[in-house]
């Protein structure tokens, strides 16, 4: 009988796959000696049975094994589960970089309604994600801060993925917790935080699943060396008003120019500094996090990051957006209650800034963005958010439009983040 084989009749009958056949699977689906059909069969198995942490633990040790790793003990990094507008990346990382914790990231695109770091980067002119390992070391000792796209790194876990994306696989803590920190891993920054999203648009709907995949996380990091931390953060709304590449980044902006910027952006983007400056040991970290931003350091950072990865800093001014726009009127009157986020989010797919499948093109200027805020009050007929791509611009304005929920009396906003692990 074949490992596989052998692996799926285990896993079938509720039974623990060993540390040997694990890895000999990994590597036999990463080489293409073993099928798709017969690979699906056995996340299927695994999907309904589950995994123990010792199982769970091989799998992640595997995948991570299974091409390039990096190291860089001295480095800090931090990795999102998903979520609308989450541009916490273009925030914190220049934020923690710019008091002293050099960033060494690895990161992907986005596929449906997720925002990929790097679609958002590369909506600057120029902005380049392909990096050599060299020039990636390189730029994290001269500026402290360097964001490329994983290539090579932890290829099993890439080919597993998509083969879960297409079997109806991806929402099974094992997998998710051994996809994540295999990257991770693989990527080899020293010290490590993750921000667990909960709410509709996010992979895990309720506080109480976050915090055990953010348990999860923090547990296999810890068993492979990288020291680790995890927060959960709201994501039952956006995360700020921008929701799209071009107009993420924009906002971004600024933030770290010290502008005006949405309550839970700030909130959630100090917050993930001060954790990775703990994380490196750095005292006084809200005290050096407040500096930063002051200081018109963090920008100063940013910009010197867009230009050594081939980005036009001069148009960090004013970045290329949609010139088809349409405004949503509000369907009704009262207190804003909160945006969607998972309405909101497909309304940004629909106009273009997002993929329905791997592969399709994404339009770097479409999106939306809000132009109000939690508890403000709304009239009928008022405008309230913005329409950038010329895409499904009806059905993304009906999307919209009913991701709004407005209350009689003002509704105080929730926290942002919901909890410090």
Known sequence: MSDVLEAIE???????????LIRSVVEGYTAGRIPDYQMSALLMAVFIRGM?????????????????????????DKHSTGGVGDKVSLTALPLAAACGAPVAKLSGRGLGITGGTIDKLESIPGFSCSLTEERFRRQVEEVGLAIAEAGELAPADRAIYALR??????????LIGSSIVSKKAATGAG???????????????????????????????????????????????PLGRAVGNALEVRESLRFLRGEEAPRDLGEVARSVAVRLLELKGVSEPERAVGRALASGAA??????????????????ADLPLSSEVREVPSPGEGYVERFDALGVGRAALLLGAGRQKKGDPVDPGAGVELLVDLGDRVEEGQPVARLYGGR????????????????????PPPPAILDSL
Request: aromatic share 6%; charged share 25%; with cysteine.
């Open 299 to 316: 920008y100063e950072l940013f910009v010197r990051f867009v230009r050594a990865q081939g980005g036009d800093p001069d148009s960090l």
């Open 10 to 20: 285990i896993k079938k009958r509720g039974g623990e796959l060993p540390e040997s």
């Open 191 to 237: 010290h490590l935080l993750y921000d667990v999203k909960c709410g509709s648009g996010a992979f895990m709907r309720t506080p109480e699943e976050a915090r055990e995949l953010a348990r999860l996380l923090i547990r296999l990091s810890e068993d492979l060396g990288v020291r680790a931390a995890a927060m959960i953060s709201d994501m039952s709304r």
């Open 165 to 174: 994306d297409a079997t109806g696989t991806v929402d099974s803590l094992p």
């Open 52 to 76: 123990g942490y010792e199982e769970t633990l091989a799998l992640t040790r595997a995948m991570a094994d299974s091409g390039k790793r990096y190291s860089f003990p001295g480095c800090v």
């Open 392 to 411: 499904e611009v009806g059905r993304a304005a009906g999307l919209v439009s009913g991701a709004l929920v407005l209350s009689p009396k003002p509704v």
